[in-house]
């Protein structure tokens, strides 16, 4: 199969939104990540999708509608009310609420479970894609399993080149991690993963808020995941990873003790106005001015980068885990494995 990469004009989300409709599936940009997007009403658009992605199957997929009136078929009973505020307060944007399901959505997109994440997103791009399909759309972060998400139609080529018909070139994703996933079938809110509506957001809105466990930690032998895409090491470079944290002065000396038992093919990631700080090693900037929504919006082309330049030892500084600092962490934490030094 041969992949189409074009800009987004009436008539290329045209031909997407009808290789939509035949069952098949296209890569698209979305605010947060680039999705692999299929018929969510369809359960064999969700096998191809896992088929390209080589996802296990195990794994949900997100259903994205382009307004708020379209959610009621989808869900069983009626929107809950906190889900109802935080809708209007956040979306679009990049915020997942899971909810009960209702029949229409096939067991492959919600991987057996009773309920299904749903996402208006910003992206107007996305949007008119999922009005041309004429309904939602199931997608998840269009990299191979494994991989970083892309977060430029560049990266979706890279992964999905000959896999997938075509990929609709938005630019880079202005958030750049994939969206916060929030349970919302219980009384108090629950992130299960942090994204670009952060845990404060949620609690100015609801009032209240937890944060899952499983957000700064790896999964406890035999634990069983509430989000089943948690129990897998997402986001993972080839190379091995060592999260270091602490007073900026500490963090430097640690990594560059660490660094210099290197030979070869060890980096450092570090914040912009850092590189002072490392002399002459190799270091990668996260992110371009040094804020937190900066260095979420350059971490996964950092982390692809270190792949693409085979960096076999890569030692990153931390950011500080509250707001959006909280979603940087818990990606690079997982690509980390949680291999976090505290100096
Ligand atoms: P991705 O599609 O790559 O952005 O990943 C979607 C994430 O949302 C995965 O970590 C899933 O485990 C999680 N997710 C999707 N639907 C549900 C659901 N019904 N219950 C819990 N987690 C979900
Ligand atoms: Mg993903």
Redesign the pocket.
């Known amino acids: 199969m041969k992949t189409m990469m074009t800009q987004p004009t009436p008539e290329s989300i045209r031909q997407a939104a009808q290789i939509i409709r035949d069952g098949g599936v296209v890569g698209f940009p979305t605010e947060t990540?680039y999705g692999l997007g299929g018929d969510a009403l369809s359960g064999e658009a969700a096998k191809r999708i896992f088929e390209a992605k080589g996802r296990p199957g195990d794994?949900?997929?997100?259903v994205h509608i382009a307004s708020l009136s379209e959610i009621d078929p989808l869900i069983e009973g009626e929107m809950p009310e906190m889900a109802r505020k935080l809708a209007e307060a956040y979306w679009p944007g990049p915020l997942?609420m899971?909810m009960k399901?209702s029949s229409l959505i096939p067991d492959e997109v919600?991987?057996g479970?009773k309920?299904?994440?749903i996402r208006l997103p910003a992206n107007e791009t996305a949007r008119a894609l999922i009005r041309e399909a004429g309904r939602p759309i199931a997608?998840?972060?269009a990299n191979r399993s494994g991989r970083p998400?892309p977060t430029t139609a560049k990266h979706v080529l890279d992964d999905m080149d000959g896999r997938i018909p075509m990929i609709l070139d938005g630019g880079a994703s202005e958030v750049g991690l994939?969206?916060t996933?929030l349970?919302v079938t219980g009384e108090i809110p629950r992130v299960?993963?942090p994204g670009g509506v952060t845990p404060e957001m949620i609690a100015a809105v609801a009032g209240k808020v937890e944060v899952d466990g499983t957000v700064m930690r790896p999964l406890r032998e035999g634990e069983r995941?509430?989000?089943?895409?948690?129990k897998y090491r997402?986001y993972a470079p080839e190379g091995d990873l060592t999260i270091v944290q602490g007073e900026e002065k500490a963090v430097a000396e640690s990594i560059c003790g660490m660094y210099d038992g290197f030979e070869k093919d060890a980096a450092i990631l570090a914040l912009p106005g850092h590189e002072h700080l490392y002399g002459v090693r190799r270091v990668y900037t996260l992110g371009t001015d040094g804020s937190v929504e900066s260095a979420a919006a350059g971490l996964f082309a950092a982390l692809r980068l270190l792949d693409d330049e085979k960096m076999a030892h890569i030692f990153s500084e931390a950011v500080p885990a509250d707001g959006l600092g909280l979603a940087v962490m818990n990606r690079l934490g997982r690509a980390a494995a949680f291999h976090i030094v505290n100096v």
Do not use: C, Q, W
């Open positions: 990540v794994n949900p997929l997100i997942t899971i399901k919600s991987a479970l309920t299904v994440g997608a998840p972060s998400s994939e969206s996933v349970d299960l993963r995941p509430i989000s089943p895409g948690t997402h």
